[in-house]
């Protein structure tokens, strides 16, 4: 439910201004509109950068924690004071990590260079070539590649054998002519390297275990400094948020707040002798949302946010899609024991997470509620055909199966098949009565007798030719009525789909009776579309149990010859690998589908607009 709002405007002089703002976010309660809108100011800025450095400080502490909890040796010494400190302090930890990673990488890859020649003295090289006059070059080939040549000509000296490549020393007083990898080494020794390798190792485990004991002991620190930077931001974008008049002698500020705060609000108000005004939002106002759900519908809200938040003037769809939301999951995933493996997750979450994740547990356990009904429904349990076995508890509940082999087939097609459209038929006039309502609530009743008109027209031509189909006599009496009906349904459809033509009374008809036209072509290859998208989840449900079954067949017949006391463990793991795969891939459409036809269908045919800016009241953020 969208909760309802109140607009003021506020006139403030500049000597009032401060103690105003400050009486303001101390009351909480109203969500300031930005008049200057993309502008910004040298403390705004300051602010929003604050911000991303705690925020990529506690990301930082997140991601050290999850990889380096198990590494870390004990407490290192490590004292705070404020947020601020302890932000610098983190950012210094972060910046030595990389310093040190980066040095461990140098001296890996200079070790690496040199372990070929061994642990050899520069300045006994150069005392050499000082002696003999002749340059010391190191080259490298393949071992097959050395020639003896070399050897002859320029004192070639192998000295190893590494990864089969020949490392070798070669003497000369100009550039020889060799067909080899000339390297370049390092200027250090090879033990110079191992031990600042081992150095810059012992620093950075230092290192995580300063930075892990912060993560476990201070990070609510950074995040208490993290939501003053929020409240600073709020206020510096306030203070963009008015306009001066009267040569800056008034200060301008609109705002907005719930109508059950607007009596104390205003009271508050009253009692400073500041001047405003309350009243109700115009159409063309641009109104922060603030959504209240109950405690089910509410679980449904972050499937919501994916698509957008709905905007004042819309009805808030939560509560309606909410309930086929859960449906489509079950069909989609279609097998009673995938449902209870979501169940027993989502049970598992609510008790054992934290507060963020409670919610998408209990979410689960709807899911899995639904699965679990909708899979035994539809006959199918880890991918077992329930109506292909000769259980003795299962014989008086076979024939109710909704499956080709349960209740059998319906007009000539599968059950399910007939049942998707069915539910999808169902939540798309579900969708024109809710378009209905928000044209009645936003400009009329007139302005929503068009779509209640197709809703009336299309139950009447199901009651009237789709009962009998069915083997249902209706009593003549009936039949006149629903005639009637659509009579009256196609008057609206023709005459009444767009209102305010009648401005014009000599080409409001003639626009009403071609918009009846057109809407008639939309909703005759619409309908159809729409109602045809809800096959899939049918297709999706069946696709899910087939492929369980295969991997039931296969775990069967790939083992039948083994002796049984070996047979068990093959046999468990392709059941376990095949039913990961068919239950991972099943999860992710169970998921993606039903949004897909909540988003496109439902919403469209509830002509759902979104694009709700959501209501933030300016307040004090505590530390």
């Known amino acids: 439910m969208i909760e309802k709002m109140k607009k003021l405007t506020f006139l403030v002089t500049q000597k009032e201004y401060d103690g105003f703002i400050e009486g303001l976010r101390e009351q909480g309660v109203v969500h300031v509109q930005q008049l200057k809108s993309g502008q910004t100011s040298p403390a705004l800025q300051s602010s929003l950068e604050l911000r991303l450095r705690y925020k990529q400080a506690i990301d930082y502490l997140d991601i050290s924690r999850k990889a380096w909890e198990k590494e870390a040796e004990g407490n290192s010494k490590f004292e705070i004071q404020d947020s601020s400190t302890l932000l610098e302090q983190v950012e210094k930890l972060k910046a030595e990590e990389i310093r040190l990673r980066h040095d461990i990488d140098e001296a890996e890859k200079n070790i690496e260079r040199l372990e070929p020649w061994g642990n050899f003295s520069w300045q006994k090289i150069q005392e050499l070539q000082q002696k003999t006059g002749m340059t010391v070059y190191f080259y490298a080939c393949a071992a097959k590649s050395f020639r003896q040549e070399w050897a002859e000509k320029y004192f070639a000296i192998p000295v190893d ?172 995933l279609g097998d009673g024991g995938y449902g209870l493996l979501v169940l027993f997750g989502g049970i598992w979450l609510a008790l054992k997470g934290n507060e963020e994740t409670k919610k998408y547990g209990r979410l689960g356990i709807w899911l899995g509620l639904a699965t679990t009904v909708c899979g035994l429904l539809m006959g199918t349990f880890f991918g077992i055909d329930l109506t292909q076995q000769e259980w003795a508890f299962l014989a008086p509940v076979k024939p109710y199966f909704i499956n080709d082999n349960g209740i059998g087939k319906i007009f000539g097609y599968s059950p399910m098949m007939v049942i998707s459209v069915i539910i999808g038929f169902v939540q798309v006039l579900l969708g024109m009565v809710l378009k209905a309502c928000k044209a009645w609530k936003n400009y009329g009743f007139a302005y929503s007798i068009g779509t209640f008109s197709w809703v009336v027209a299309l139950l009447s031509a199901i009651a009237l030719f789709g009962l009998p189909a069915c083997g249902i006599a209706l009593p003549q009496g009936l ?39 057109w809407a008639t072509y939309g909703m005759s290859t619409g309908l159809l579309g729409d109602l045809l998208s809800y096959i899939r989840l049918f297709a999706l449900g069946l696709t899910g149990g087939v492929l369980g079954g295969v991997f039931n067949s296969l775990a069967i017949d790939l083992t039948s010859s083994l002796p049984w006391f070996i047979r068990w463990l093959p046999m468990v793991i392709i059941l376990l690998a095949g039913h990961g795969i068919t239950f991972a891939l099943s999860m992710i459409s169970a998921f993606v589908h039903p949004m897909r036809l909540t988003f496109v269908e439902f919403f469209k045919n509830a002509d759902f607009s979104g694009g709700g800016k959501e209501y933030t009241p300016f307040k004090v953020v505590k530390g």
């Open 479 to 517: 039949v006149y009525a629903l005639y009637g009906l659509i009579a009256v349904s196609v008057v609206g459809i023709f005459l009444y789909n767009n209102p305010s033509a009648y401005k014009n009374p000599i080409t409001g008809p003639l626009l009403n009776i071609g918009g009846g036209v």
């Open 161 to 332: 054998d590494y990864r089969k490549r020949t490392y070798f020393l070669a003497f000369s007083d100009a550039e020889p002519d060799i067909k080899a990898e000339r390297l370049e080494l390092p200027g250090g020794s090879l033990n110079q390297y191992r031990q600042e390798l081992a150095t810059a190792q012992e620093a950075l485990q230092r290192n995580h275990d300063t930075t892990c004991q912060v993560a476990r002991q201070y990070k609510d620190v950074l995040e208490a400094g993290l939501r003053q930077a929020e409240g600073e931001i709020q206020l510096h974008q306030v203070e963009l948020s008015d306009e001066s008049i009267a040569d800056g002698a008034v200060r301008l500020l609109v705002g907005w707040t719930l109508a059950e705060k607007a009596d104390a609000l205003t009271n508050w108000l009253d009692e400073r002798h500041l001047y405003y005004t309350i009243e109700d939002p115009a159409y063309e106002d641009d109104v922060p949302v603030k959504i209240k759900n109950g405690s089910y519908t509410s679980l449904f809200e972050p499937i919501l946010r994916m698509y957008s938040l709905p905007n004042y003037h819309d009805i808030d769809p939560s509560l309606f899609f909410a309930p086929f939301f859960m449906l489509f999951f079950g069909l989609c």
